[in-house]
């Protein structure tokens, strides 16, 4: 039998629905962490991987928000630091501090960029129509940033556009 | 037993090129009366043929066979070496390139280019025989050549004795061999052939019948079984003469099938058919041609023995040294920590042999892009109508192959410079007391870790004052500005900048020397121009030895490490008060004997924090770009390190100030400074501070 069959028939219920047996979902998966308060999601097959915050080497008049570049096995990979590049909350580094790496694959090459967040939390499923499109009421994350929005439970997922975050403006 | 030989193609292109290269330097050593060149020109045209040969390309095999004969009477003395042949030789080793270069690209190539030169063969040829007389062999050659000549059917019975294939000779080369002369039809003879238990498997039993057709003659013929004449019983008739044209091809080989059914032996014949390969090949070829423009060019290097040997004999100290280690971690106590050390000290001085080595790898001498210029020198020389001897100094200096590939378009360029702008013709030169014979030179020389190269003439040199003029006219510059000759010099590599007063299909479109220093300095090297005007001009390339490792020198400003390229630092200093001097405002010159050296303090470049922001009794290190010097302020002189670049561009983008990173030994990462860069960033910065001043000086004072 089918797997995606098998898991239409087991009845979830509650927040399980949500959270439980995402792993045979079909939807997509997204890495969800938190900035201050808010949940933002990546999607899940970009994350290169997930590490502690550690002092990178600064690159001289970068702007505020790349904090510099660290030795991730032999590549130099710049740092982010998302709570200054969307002016969220206070940028601490903590113990519980940590940096999720994402590959993009472009046209040409990849890349490779380290982000700052508070916390890792979950991982999400959402299936393209619970995806919702958000509302521009403003904000500090520029639109062009956001791919939608996923409510969970009582809470809501910004959902980022991980080509957008690995795009690095120009020096100014 | 088949070989599929096409295997081997690469490698006989990558000989035929090397012979080639090797033609043409002996060619021009030839110019100038070296009789020995003629027998090593003979040589390389000769495996080249044989090569082409083997496999089936009958272009390359047709047209040097035509060079090969030309070279052959030149080198038993039947033809005297004029001037003219030379020049006729050099055009053919272009057309080999060209047909083998198609080969390589599989493309089809220019083949008028090949017609116009084949006919200029044959005329000499042509000559050569009318005048000498000499009836067969001469006949033969012209004959293989002209395609309006007679084709006629031969009829060869070849009956080898039976120990043949044990004095090495083998029946099916020879074969292809007369395939190569025309179409040919093989009949092989089986009655000798005795029962199974009989067999020596050592033994030849076979015989055959040929049917060739062709327009070559009975010597040539003969020629092929050359090696086994004597070990066989050979018969070769002159069926009949068709005194048609080659393009019958088919008409041509009914006749000679027909012509077989005559044989008795016919119905217990093994029939076997080698075709003349030509018509396939070149059919191959150009379907080829449509997909694939241009073939990779294949990435090999021919590596010494005694530096795959040495590579060996490192490898095998490290596994000493490494079983000598793991052997001491097994049972450590503290009491061996000296014993440890001295291991690890061995371990390190094996790794970096061995570095050394693998680098040493990659080193070809730069004569592999100076063989070049013999010939440019020659061709531009001819097309100037200057006299122009060329040196050839330091040949032997070697240098990384991928620097090398990339210095040779912009080498190339100044070596034209050099002969169109800088030497003079001979009339002026004589009027100026100059020998008629202009002189440029190419010199190469290790240089601490650079490779230095100078393209040097004895030319007019540079008009200091055209560049001038001719920089206030584009704009470049501004009228009434004082510069310094190197400043003056630079302006020659600015985009669109030339001061040849006639476009001429060498030079003087005013594209190619900033090309040139773009090159150069994406290279990780620099330019720099001498000149005296009437006695010649210097450019100076300096290259780093190879792309991946540089020499640094690691400072700390601050929290932060950042690695100097150990070969732009002149010297590291203490600050003394007394040399310290403030001009124009803020700027902090300090006196080196004669220079004043500007002190950029890398904390204020780079907006960090330093330990110290006072110059007095600071660090400098003064280092060097573009013959401008600079004494960067740093806080801790660190250790000096071979330090392996990585790209910032690969996950960020290019920083200004920075040329890449590196990762330090304990992990962390550390910026290397660019030094020419930082030194114009600085430039930029002063010059935006002072604009509300006075523009001009502030150039005078930083330059």
Known sequence: MDIQELAAEIEVEGEYAMEGIDFISSGEQFLTFLLAKEQYGVEILCVEEIRSWEHPTKIPNAAGYIKGVINMRGNIVPIVDLRIKFNIGEPQYTDTTVVIVLTVKGDSKSRTIGFVVDAVSDVLNADEKEIKTAPSFGGFVPEHYVNGLVNVGEGVVTLLNVEALQTIEPHQ | MSIDLSQFIPSFLEESFEGLE????????????????????????????????????????????????????????????????????????????????????????????????????????????????????????????????????????????????????????????????????????????????????????????????????????????????????????????????????VTQQDEASTSNTTIPEQQDLAKSEIKSAKATDTTQSSDKAVQKPKAETVGSIRVGVDKVDSLINLVGELVITQSMLSELGTDFDISKIERLTSGLDQLLQNTKELQESVMRIRMLPISFAFNRFPRLVHDLSKKTGKDIELILKGEQTELDKTVMEQIGDPLVHLVRNAVDHGIE?????????????????????????????????????????????????????????????????????????????????????????????????????????????????????????????????????????????????????????????????????????????????????????????????????????????????????????????????????????????????????????????????????????????NHQQAVGVIA
């Open chain 2, 425 to 693: 013709t001979s009339e002026v030169r004589i009027a100026n007391g100059k020998p008629a014979k202009g002189t440029i030179t190419l010199d190469a020389y290790h240089q601490g870790g650079n490779i230095v190269i100078e393209i040097n003439d004895d030319g007019g040199g540079i008009n200091r004052q055209a560049v001038l003029n001719k920089a206030i006219e584009k704009g470049i510059v501004e009228a009434g500005t004082s510069l310094t000759d190197n400043q003056v010099f630079d302006l020659l590599f600015e985009p669109g900048f030339s001061t040849a007063i006639e476009v001429s299909d060498i030079s003087g479109r005013g594209v190619g020397m900033d090309v040139v220093k773009r090159n150069i300095q994406s290279l990780g090297g620099r330019i720099q121009v001498q000149s005296e005007e009437g006695k010649g001009s210097t450019f100076k390339v300096n290259l780093p030895l190879t792309l991946a490792i540089l020499d640094g020198q690691l400072v700390r400003v601050g929290t932060e490490t950042y690695i100097i390229p150990l070969i732009t630092i002149v010297e590291s200093l203490q600050t003394q008060t007394e040399l310290i001097n403030r001009v124009s405002g803020d700027m902090v010159l300090y006196r080196l004997r004669e220079d004043n050296v500007p002190v950029l303090p890398i904390y204020k470049l780079f907006n960090i924090s330093a330990d110290s922001e006072d110059v007095e009794h600071a660090l400098l290190v003064v280092v060097e770009a573009d013959g401008q010097k600079v004494g960067l302020m740093v806080d801790d002189l660190l250790a000096q390190q071979q330090v392996v670049i990585k790209s910032l561009a690969d996950n960020y983008q290019q920083v200004e100030g920075i040329s890449g990173a590196t990762i330090l030994g304990d992990g962390s990462v550390a910026m290397i400074l660019d030094i020419p860069g930082i030194i114009t960033a600085a430039l930029k910065m002063a010059q935006q501070t002072h604009t509300t001043r």
């Open chain 2, 22 to 249: 090797l033609m043409e330097s002996s060619l021009l050593n030839l110019e100038q009366g070296d009789d020995e060149a003629i027998n090593s020109i003979f040589r390389a045209a000769h495996s080249i043929k044989g090569g082409a040969g083997t496999f089936g390309f009958n272009d390359v095999t047709v047209f040097t066979h035509l060079v090969e004969t030309l070279l052959d009477e030149m080198r038993d003395g039947r033809r005297s070496i004029e001037q003219n042949d030379v020049e006729i030789l050099l055009g053919s080793v272009d057309c080999m390139r060209l047909l083998i270069e198609a080969i390589r690209d599989e493309t089809d190539c220019d083949t008028t280019k090949i017609e116009e030169n084949t006919k200029l063969l044959e005329k000499t040829l042509a000559i050569e025989e009318s005048s000498a007389k000499t009836e067969g062999d001469s006949n033969a050659e012209t004959s293989s050549s002209e395609p309006n000549q007679g084709i006629s059917v031969w009829q060869i019975d070849f009956v080898p004795e039976h120990h043949l294939v044990q004095t090495g000779n083998d029946p099916l080369l020879i074969f292809s061999a007369l395939a190569e002369l025309g179409e040919i039809i093989v009949v092989a003879k089986t009655k000798e052939l005795p029962l199974l238990n009989d067999i020596d498997p050592e033994e030849l039993y076979l015989s055959w019948h040929i049917t060739l057709t062709t327009e070559s003659t009975e010597a040539d013929i003969k020629e092929v079984f050359e090696w086994v004449e004597d070990e066989c019983l050979l018969t070769i008739t002159q069926e009949k003469a068709i005194i048609d044209t080659p393009q019958d091809d």
